[in-house]
T-cell receptor
Framework: KAGVTQTPRYLIKTRGQQVTLSCSPI?????VSWYQQTPGQGLQFLFE???????NKGNFPGRFSGRQFSNSRSEMNVSTLELGDSALYLC?????????????FGPGTRLTVT | GQQVMQIPQYQHVQEGEDFTTYCNSS?????IQWYKQRPGGHPVFLIQ?????EVKKQKRLTFQFGEAKKNSSLHITATQTTDVGTYFC????????????FGQGTTLQVKP
């Protein structure tokens, strides 16, 4: 099976702009989770989508939003970018193994806000 | 909210020495997952532990899940330079969803 793909891999934006990141999960996986990774805060959960519905949400401001399409592909959007939004954004695709979810990460999108 | 603490933050070892990282959750977990991230890479799934007191081995790596399902450890025997990277534990609470709470990670450096 193909792994999780994320586009774009690298992005440079300026403060105040908005950005949309895309994630294609492993075929057959219906759950997609998004994480922000920074040196200071580590890996922080943003939100999870399952069957086009947001199932879980982390503690991020409303500027961070997402959606999932019927083919399980997901996008996340960050509006009014701030310098502190510079991070590696990781998408994880989850599939049930023995009744529990195992998450497989994509390569990430490295966002730099200047 | 649920927190997962991981220690130590850094570990430098000589090749051939053993290495252990510990993970503690503030709440009981339904399962715990371990990941390895190489410099410049993304987290790669290593294993999932589900049962209380579970022990699993992958070659030189031994994973344990505590009896109370609140703590876990990863032990590497006779480290090699290929073991270099950051090891994360990630806890899943009740509800069996795709939300994981990650520990801060332990970065392992191995001197040849």
């Amino acid at each position: 099976k193909a792994g999780v793909t994320q586009t774009p891999r690298y992005l440079i934006k300026t403060r105040g702009q908005q950005v949309t990141l895309s994630c294609s999960p492993i075929s057959g996986h219906r759950s997609v989770s998004w994480y922000q990774q920074t040196p200071g805060q580590g890996l922080q959960f943003l939100f999870e989508y399952f069957s086009e519905t947001q199932r879980n949400k982390g503690n991020f401001p409303g500027r961070f939003s997402g959606r999932q399409f019927s083919n399980s592909r997901s996008e996340m959007n960050v509006s009014t970018l701030e310098l502190g939004d510079s991070a590696l954004y990781l998408c994880a695709s989850s599939g049930l193994q023995g009744g529990n979810y195992e998450q497989y990460f994509g390569p990430g999108t490295r966002l730099t806000v200047t | 909210g649920q927190q997962v603490m991981q220690i130590p933050q850094y570990q430098h070892v000589q090749e051939g020495e053993d290495f252990t990282t510990y993970c503690n959750s503030s709440t009981t977990l339904s399962n715990i997952q371990w990941y390895k991230q190489r410099p410049g890479g993304h987290p790669v799934f290593l294993i999932q532990l589900v049962k209380s007191g579970e022990v699993k081995k992958q070659k030189r790596l031994t994973f344990q899940f505590g009896e109370a399902k609140k703590n876990s450890s990863l032990h590497i025997t006779a480290t090699q330079t290929t073991d270099v990277g950051t090891y994360f534990c990630a806890g899943q609470g009740s509800g069996n969803t795709g939300k994981l709470i990650f520990g801060q990670g332990t970065t392992l450096q191995v001197k040849p």
